[in-house]
């Protein structure tokens, strides 16, 4: 937050936002303020169609929630920061629409991001909402023109409705772009990153599914040891049973994050870092949009060991889990590996 306040407060050009999720809560009334304080001449906010039906992780027309006058407030207070955003100057506007009855929920803008300048750029996991910000996550900051310049290219190509997939060379290492629609062939080439491991991959994620466990099968197969980090009070829990249920395989070893961990990060032979808003489940398969970065430089590779694998190697797996969960979780996840092709095959098409 220091470092964003920072940078935002010496930007000349653009300050541009990008989250999935963006509520009229503290963080959200944080990130306003210092937009609204910002020298940059072109100020826009992105926030997904998902914030429009979804607030504080509860839909907004849930019964459960109508006469919540808390979560009522919550509400109303988002709209009513939205609007001020809009008359200080800032522009902001929603991506993917939700569609006829929700028919496109699933097709949502997942990307995270802060660019300024096109020069600095900060990519990770982080939605700029209250518990968003209590949960275990991170942001990496980045300065590389090339990446800044693309990643502000994607911004406005998202503003204008158009989602791109590719991916690109930069100073510092590669990005890829996925949309959801066209990224399953670009999925394969980003897999190659994760094929290449010679010795260990190590992943955080909490909503990991196919195709990545495959992935990670046929590595493990190659005598690589794979580690992965999933948090114990998973606020999806239908994919905290998938992965223990997965575990039971013994291909990887489980570590639990205590609390809720939404970082997404894989550590490849302590030599190469991905991370950014994909979990490479299905969901980001086959739907949504979604920013990765793929760095080689060894002075952020160390950082991140310092930082984070430091604490999660400290943690463990101390679940039980019965034959019946693994055999529900499984038959869960091939049902929607089934059900999502089928979908974005048809009639969930992204525009």
Not at 12 to 37: C, N, P, V, Y
Not at 74 to 92: C, D, P, W, Y
């Given at each position: 937050m220091e470092r964003l306040e920072k940078v935002a407060g010496e930007a000349?050009?653009?300050?541009?936002?990008?989250?999935?999720?963006?509520?009229?809560?503290?963080?959200?009334?944080?990130?306003?303020?210092?937009?609204?304080?910002?020298?940059?001449?072109?100020?826009?906010?992105?926030?997904?169609?998902?914030?429009?039906?979804?607030?504080?992780?509860?839909?907004?027309?849930?019964?459960?929630?109508?006469?919540?006058?808390?979560?009522?407030?919550?509400?109303?207070?988002?709209?009513?920061?939205?609007?001020?955003?809009?008359?200080?100057?800032?522009?902001?506007k929603f991506t993917n629409p939700i569609g006829l009855l929700g028919q496109k929920y699933p097709l949502r803008n997942h990307k995270k991001m802060v660019v300024v300048d096109a020069e600095i750029s900060f990519l990770g996991g982080i939605n700029f909402s209250d518990h968003n910000f209590e949960w275990h996550d991170m942001m990496v900051e980045l300065h590389d023109k090339k990446l800044g310049d693309h990643l502000v290219s994607d911004f406005h190509s998202t503003w204008n409705e158009v989602n791109q997939s590719t991916s690109v060379k930069t100073d510092e290492g590669t990005l890829f772009l996925f949309n959801g629609e066209k990224s399953k062939t670009l999925y394969e080439n980003f897999f190659e990153h994760i094929r290449s491991a010679k010795k260990s991959v190590q992943i955080i994620s909490p909503y990991i599914s196919e195709p990545l466990l495959g992935v990670l099968r046929k590595v493990a197969a190659n005598g690589v040891?794979?580690?992965?980090?999933?948090?114990?009070?998973?606020?999806?829990?239908?994919?905290?049973?998938?992965?223990?249920?997965?575990?039971?395989?013994?291909?990887?070893?489980?570590?639990?994050?205590?609390?809720m961990s939404h970082m997404k990060a894989i550590l490849i032979d302590d030599q190469k870092l991905i991370f950014g808003s994909s979990n490479y489940d299905l969901v980001s398969y086959y739907f949504e949009q979604e920013v990765v970065f793929v760095s080689n430089d060894q002075h952020l590779v160390q950082d991140f060991k310092t930082k984070v694998m430091t604490e999660v190697r400290e943690v463990s797996n101390d679940d039980e889990f019965s034959p019946l969960q693994t055999k529900k979780a499984s038959i869960t996840m091939n049902l929607l590996d089934k059900v999502g092709g089928f979908a974005s095959r048809t009639f969930l098409r992204p525009h």
């Open positions: 000349k050009d653009s300050l541009h936002a990008q989250a999935m999720t963006f509520e009229g809560d503290a963080a959200g009334r944080w990130l306003i303020d210092i937009m609204k304080a910002s020298p940059a001449k072109d100020k826009r906010l992105l926030i997904d169609s998902y914030s429009k039906v979804v607030i504080n992780d509860h839909f907004i027309k849930s019964f459960k929630y109508l006469l919540d006058s808390a979560f009522r407030n919550e509400v109303k207070e988002t709209s009513k920061l939205i609007k001020e955003a809009k008359k200080a100057g800032i522009e902001v040891e794979i580690t992965v980090v999933s948090p114990q009070e998973n606020n999806k829990s239908i994919f905290k049973n998938i992965i223990l249920s997965e575990q039971r395989k013994g291909y990887f070893k489980l570590k639990e994050y205590p609390g």
